[in-house]
């Protein structure tokens, strides 16, 4: 299919909304469009096509048809990416090109308007403080880029060229001329440079300069800890309780002040600091420091200003430095007549001149000498502890004349650690206040959320009952509630009055008793006023968080879990939880829907250098598992997980598209989750239960740094995950509720009793009764969608007994290199395929042994009866051996006969030609070239069973066949499409190659998986796969060895099977109408491959003409002692498999006169087949010596050498490089046929 006949229903992700995101919109479709080679559709090159002269009418109409869908194509892209109104707008048009030239009209920047707005708006903007160079420039980008829309377009490049040369120069003025000021240095700079920078450059120049200013800042701001006073100004004593006052340390010594550098200790004359003009401070008045909280660094002179933001900031970092995180809060909340303490590194002590702050006062037994800045001398004679509900402060100096509260702590070194304050043991009184101030407690609007949107009055009962914490009282308007919940307004009362008897009758009918009705939701009006409240939650929910709709789901579940626990005026302002459990719940979990959060990813998941979490996006709760679930926008799955989730209460913006192809958690997704105990600051009142282990421990391979996407022939394939919201019922209980399913049951019970498959009677004594269920199957088409819903009754066979009421169960199927065969013959000669179905087969099968069957599920019977069948059902041993008996001597009297060699294989010779039916359990196909008595036959089967012409071959047990003139095409794409979405790798890269190159699995390599039935069930699906896709029977034959205990490293390699399909999930068999049909066999083994058994692999395949009908890679039995003796074995297996297609293709009609070719790549294998001399080296191969050589000599086959480089047969036998690999799928005709 051509790439641009792909329907999309919405290309792009960006809705056009007018003007103010026309230019991105028109940049996105305008690239889309040109992807698909339609863009010349919307500029008017691509013009209705004219009828030629001598142009036919059928091919005039196709280009016309071709045309006509195209631009209904695109104008369909563009209505479904665009906002209602917009596309209203657009239902008039019948040709992408007017549609497309109305938008550039209206929302473009053509028009004088508008430009003169962009105009406006960019010499408007200037850089904010705070705002990031990069923020700035993609403001003026986006401006710039709208602008150029309205560009004349340039006949001569020169010109081109010089006009957008002079244009970027202009847009580096305006760029640099709208800086913020602390950009002025460098802006000098930039501008100074000759020549001019371009743009580019410029912006790289200042983002830099912008990352050294942070970093430049933020270390000023730390510099402030670390500044030492000049003098002490307060006599401090050398120990506690020591105040006699004579420490040198805080003894003031020199009062001499320099004017120069402002500092104490010397004067101008002998001030140290270099390059001081005499003059500047000749005239100067000495001016004494004018507040003891003033400090400098002894190594500048600088003085740091400070805002008290940037105070209050630096005395939390200094808090957290010291290791105190609530000093910062308790030093503003200290009562008083000033809430506010001065944090001063120059003070030696803690003082305050407020007694009433001490919660212990005592005299000083020395006088308190406290040295101010201009010189004085305070004398404090009392000091105490100032201790409240938050704060306990010890040795704090009481003097009514300091005016302000004073904070200090002891100097060490050059940093100044606060220690001697601690809390209290008893809880906090005031902490709301303190949050107010410093912290950040949660407000009402972040439980508002988190209780998924709760009304205010609901959680105000919960925060009066301090099931919340502390929460800090601000009132808030939700616009999502008011989106989301809004009510229809009530009618108001009648104001009019009667006047007159009569004038107004009211009137009402009672009767008869009401019952529940179809369509009548307000007969059950408590549930569905609950629906209403959820869903109004839900869709707050959705817009408050602006996640997508399509995880409404998630969305509920959050909403009922939140209900639960939110107070119910039906319960007297109790929690449902409450009520249930008899204990208020615990609220600490919960958070808000759709904020992001940090997930930590499983080890192989990374690799040393890469991120140890992902941002995802919060969606709720696990409902089985402790662990939040969480949404992962990058590989598109559903995490659930706690370790290392930090809750946020951000809202979440997605890094990548927002996908929501997560509702079908594969098995494969909930293996990679690690799910531990507990939750982060969640205690659960109730156990939660087990959780299952990691089974595997998977180590991919070394990511590409490419960026891949999805090729554009899977984007068909997006109707496959529509089928993971059917549901296919377990119990007839559960079936018994669906419409559907009951039609289902009733069209097989009504099947069962018209074919009299029981009689009702009563069990006679002595015999034993077997069980029956129900079976519930939604058939599906090739292209994935709904065939019919399908119940069978199948009997509990495994309670028979031999010998009782079973004897022989065997019964032959279709080999499948039969079915392959058969189709390359009819290829080749062209001959049309039929398939035909029975309807329940099994029933068609005649018992000779008595069995007995409880009744079935939902048919009507007296209590003591019992179903003694006449026919085979589904489920009995010997169900099928009696339907294939009953087949086969039913056809037989048409004058069929079976083949010697696939007794499936019926045919008949007429006079006009061969007809050929091959039967696998209920389906055949039919072919031929008598095309009448292909007729005949189909009207014969559908007298004597109840058939179903199924047409043209085209699906045939999951295999996709498509017919064409030059052959047919065999795929296995849906049944690969959906293992891939079983093992959650829909979205996984792609390899190159099946098997690593050179990898060797062993028993005992990775850890044991701890649940295997997940690698088993794959391992059988791909089993199955190798039907079509002979690329992967030697890795498929590999993983299959470990069935029994599979670990780590085989589950890797399974998932590198798949991620190989994935990439080449189209590939199949083509068989060529011009194939000749001459078989041709090729034989290889590759020598002691296994390490751990040193056992040999057997590979062969063959050829009918170019059509590749058989193949296999095998384990050989017996070790082989050297490489002679294991091509030798191999091709003896090949002999096999090559007597057994000669003779099957003799019975579909070819000459098997001539010997069949069979290609070795071993010389001395080939030279024992032709001798007949043994000798001791050999005599351990004779057995397969003399058969092989029979066969030779009889003519069956002819051996040829063949180079490895020609040997086909390579490719079953060990792992290849992907250029091998590659060429041998060609030279097998493995071809991709995408739909």
């Given at each position: 299919?051509?790439k641009?006949?792909?329907f ?6 960006t809705?056009?909304?007018?003007n103010?995101?026309?230019l991105?919109w ?8 040109k ?6 559709y919307c ?5 209705i096509?004219?009828?030629?002269a001598?142009e ?11 045309w ?5 194509m695109?104008?369909?892209w563009?209505r ?22 109305m938008?550039t009209k ?19 903007l ?17 401006i710039?880029?709208?602008i ?6 340039w ?8 006009y ?11 760029f ?13 700079q930039?501008?100074n ?13 200042l ?5 050294r ?12 800890l ?35 550098c ?12 270099p390059?001081?003009?005499?003059a ?7 001016t004494?420091?004018?507040?003891s909280?003033?400090a ?14 940037e ?23 200290l ?5 506010t303490?001065l ?5 030696c002590?803690?003082?305050t001149?407020?007694s009433s ?7 000083a ?20 502890f100032?201790?409240?509900?938050n ?16 904070g ?12 001697n ?7 906090p ?11 950040s407690?949660?407000s ?7 209780l ?6 609901r ?11 502390s ?5 808030f ?7 989301g919940k ?15 008897i009569?004038?107004l ?20 009006g408590?549930?569905?006023r ?5 869903l109004?939650?839900?869709r ?7 996640v ?10 959050h ?6 626990r939110?107070?119910s005026?039906?319960i ?5 939880y ?8 615990n609220?600490?979990h919960?958070r ?5 959060c940090?997930v ?15 941002l995802c ?23 659930v997980?706690?370790?290392?989730l ?15 192809d997560i509702?079908?958690v594969s ?7 690690q ?13 939660a239960?087990a ?8 180590i991919?391979p ?16 997006h ?7 059917l ?11 669906d419409p ?9 019970l ?13 069990l ?12 519930y199957?939604i058939k599906t088409?090739?292209?994935g969608?709904?065939e019919r819903?399908k ?6 066979g ?8 079973y004897e ?13 065969a058969?189709?390359?013959v ?12 029975v309807?329940?087969a ?11 069957m409880q ?12 179903c003694?069948l006449r ?5 009995l041993k ?11 001597s039913t ?11 696939d007794?499936?294989?019926?045919l008949?010779c ?10 696998y359990?209920?389906?055949?196909i ?16 559908s007298?004597q069973?109840e ?9 045939f ?7 064409s ?20 790798l829909?979205?996984?890269?792609t ?9 060797h699995?062993t ?11 997940l ?5 059988g699906?791909?089993v199955?796969?190798?039907v079509?896709?002979?690329d ?17 490293t ?7 099977i798949?991620?190989y399909l994935k ?9 060529s ?5 001459v ?10 491959g ?20 058989s ?10 002692r050297?490489n002679t ?8 297996d090949?002999t ?10 003799k019975?579909?009609g ?17 030279h ?7 000798h001791e080296?050999?005599?351990?191969i ?5 058969f092989?050589?029979y ?5 069956a086959?002819k051996?040829f050498?063949v180079?490895s ?22 030279n097998l005709k ?6």
């Open positions: 299919m051509d641009k006949d792909i999309l229903p919405r290309p792009i992700n809705i056009l909304e007018g103010k995101n026309y991105s028109s940049q996105a479709m305008r690239s889309f469009l992807s698909r080679m339609l863009w010349h500029t008017g090159a691509m013009t096509p004219v009828k030629g001598s036919e009418d059928a091919a005039f109409l196709s280009r016309m048809i071709e006509d869908s195209h631009n209904h695109i104008l369909t563009i479904n990416t665009s906002i209602p109104s917009i596309s209203n707008l657009l239902g008039s048009f019948d040709d992408a090109k007017s549609a497309w030239d938008l209206r929302y473009s920047t053509t028009h004088g308007s508008m430009k003169y707005q962009l105009v406006v708006e960019l010499h408007q200037r850089q904010e403080p705070g705002q990031s160079i990069n923020d700035y420039y993609d403001q003026l980008r986006f710039w880029d709208q150029d829309l309205s560009d004349p377009t006949a001569c490049s020169k010109d081109a060229q010089q957008a040369s002079i244009r970027d120069e202009f847009r580096l003025y305006e640099l001329m709208s800086l913020h000021k602390d950009f002025e240095p460098t802006r000098g930039l501008l440079c000759s020549p001019a920078p371009s743009l580019d450059t410029v912006v790289n120049e983002v830099r300069e912008e990352s200013l942070a970093t430049l800042q933020a270390q000023n701001k730390l510099n402030v670390a500044i030492t006073p000049s003098i002490p100004l307060i006599e401090q004593p050398q120990q506690l309780g020591d105040f006699s006052g004579s420490s040198n340390r805080c003894k003031q010594t020199n009062k001499k002040f320099c004017n120069y402002k500092r104490l200790g010397h004067t101008i004359e002998t001030c140290y600091r390059n001081k003009s005499t500047a401070v000749a005239n100067t008045e000495p004494p420091p004018t507040t909280t003033s400098e660094s002894q190594s500048s002179g600088s003085t740091i200003n400070l805002s008290s933001t105070l209050q900031e630096i005395i939390a970092q200094a808090v957290r430095m010291a290791g105190n995180a609530s000093l910062s809060t308790a030093l503003s909340v009562p008083g007549k000033s809430q303490w944090f001063d590194f120059a003070c002590n803690h003082m001149p407020h702050l001490f919660s212990n006062l005592d005299p037994p020395h006088p308190l000498n406290i040295h101010i800045a201009d010189g004085s001398t305070m004398h404090g004679n009392s000091l105490g100032v201790s409240t509900s704060l306990s402060v010890p040795g704090v100096f009481h003097d009514p004349r300091t005016g302000q509260e004073l200090t702590g002891p100097r060490v070194g050059r940093m100044f650690p606060v220690n304050l601690h809390l209290p043991h008893v809880a009184v005031s902490v709301a206040a303190a949050a107010a101030a410093v912290s407690l949660p009402l609007a972040l439980w508002h959320s988190r998924s949107h709760a009304p205010s009055s959680v105000q009962q919960l925060v009066s009952r301090g099931l919340l914490g929460v800090s009282k601000d009132n308007d939700c616009t999502s509630c008011q989106l809004q009510p229809a307004l009530p009618f108001n009362n009648s104001e009019s009055i009667s006047n007159s009569f004038e009758i009211h009137s009402d009918v009672w009767g008869p008793s009401p019952v529940a009705s179809i369509g009548t939701s307000q007969q059950n408590r549930a569905e609950k629906l209403r409240h959820i109004d939650t839900v707050a929910l959705l817009l408050s968080a602006k997508p709709a399509p995880f409404w789901g998630e969305a509920s579940l909403v009922v879990h939140a209900i639960n939110i107070p005026a039906i007297h302002n109790q929690t449902p409450e009520r249930l459990f008899g204990s208020p719940p609220y600490h919960l808000s829907f759709g904020s992001a940090f930590l990813l499983q080890p192989h998941e990374h690799n040393k250098l890469e991120p140890r979490s992902r996006c919060f969606l709720g709760y696990g409902e089985t598992q402790k662990g939040y679930r969480c949404y992962d926008p990058v590989s598109h799955r559903l995490r997980s706690h370790e290392s930090v809750p946020s209460t951000n809202t979440f913006d997605p890094p990548l598209d927002f996908s929501p509702f079908d098995p494969r997704q909930v293996a990679d989750e799910i531990n105990d507990e939750l982060p600051h969640f205690e659960p009142r109730s156990p239960p959780l299952p282990e990691d089974p595997s421990q998977y991919p070394r990511h590409s740094t490419r960026v891949r996407s999805i090729p554009p022939h899977l984007l068909d394939y109707c496959y995950t529509a089928l993971a919201t549901h296919e019922p377990q119990t007839y209980r559960e079936a018994s509720t559907l399913w009951q039609i289902a049951i009733k069209e097989e009504d099947a069962l009793t018209k074919n009299h498959t029981w009689d009702l009677v009563t006679p004594p002595g015999q034993s009764v077997v069980g029956c269920k129900w079976i199957k088409r090739s292209d969608s709904v819903y119940a069978r009754l199948v009997a509990k495994f309670t028979q007994e031999y010998g009782i009421d022989e169960t065997f019964a032959p199927v279709a080999r499948i290199s039969s079915v392959r058969l189709l390359a009819a290829a080749a000669c062209k001959w049309d395929l039929f398939q035909m179905d309807k329940n099994f029933l068609n099968g005649d018992l000779s042994e008595e069995v007995y009744p079935p599920p939902g048919l009507s019977v007296e209590s003591n009866k019992v003694h026919r085979a059902l589904y489920g010997q169900a099928p051996r009696a339907w294939f008996a009953k087949f086969s056809i037989f009297r048409l004058g069929y006969t079976a083949s010697s060699y007794s499936t294989l019926f008949r007429t006079d006009k030609g061969t007809i050929l039916l091959l039967l359990v209920d389906d055949m039919i072919t031929g070239d008598d095309l009448s008595g292909i007729q005949e036959l189909k009207d014969f089967l007298q069973f058939m179903k012409d199924l047409g043209h071959l085209n699906y047990l999951g295999l996709e066949i498509t017919l003139t030059d052959g047919l095409y065999i795929t296995q794409a849906k049944y690969a499409s959906d293992l891939l979405s079983q093992a959650g829909t979205n996984s890269k390899v190159d190659t099946p098997v690593e190159l050179n990898a699995l028993p005992l390599g990775g850890k044991p998986l701890s649940n295997p039935s690698y088993r069930r794959l391992v699906s791909l199955y796969l190798t079509t896709c002979p992967i029977s030697y890795a498929v034959h590999q993983v299959s060895q470990y069935l029994s205990a599979p670990r780590s085989h589950y890797a390699a399974v998932l590198r798949l991620q990439g080449t999930l189209f590939h199949g068999l083509f068989y109408a011009q194939s000749p049909l078989l041709r066999a090729f034989s290889d083994a590759d020598w002691a296994d390490p751990t058994d040193r056992r040999s692999t057997t590979g062969y395949c063959f050829l009918l003409g170019s059509s590749l009908i193949w296999r890679s095998k384990k050989q039995t017996f070790v082989a050297s003796e294991a091509e030798y074995r191999a091709l003896a090949t096999s498999e090559l007597l057994r297609l000669r003779w099957l293709l019975d579909l070819l000459s098997t006169s001539s010997a069949t070719p069979l290609y070795c790549d071993n010389q001395s294998a080939i024992i087949a032709h001798n007949d001399v043994f080296r050999t005599k351990h004779e057995i397969d010596y003399h092989i050589r066969h030779l000599v009889h003519g086959l051996l050498s180079s480089k020609y040997q086909l047969a390579d490719i079953f036998t060990k792992s290849l490089p992907k250029r091998r690999t590659r060429d041998l799928v060609d493995l071809v991709s046929h995408p739909p």
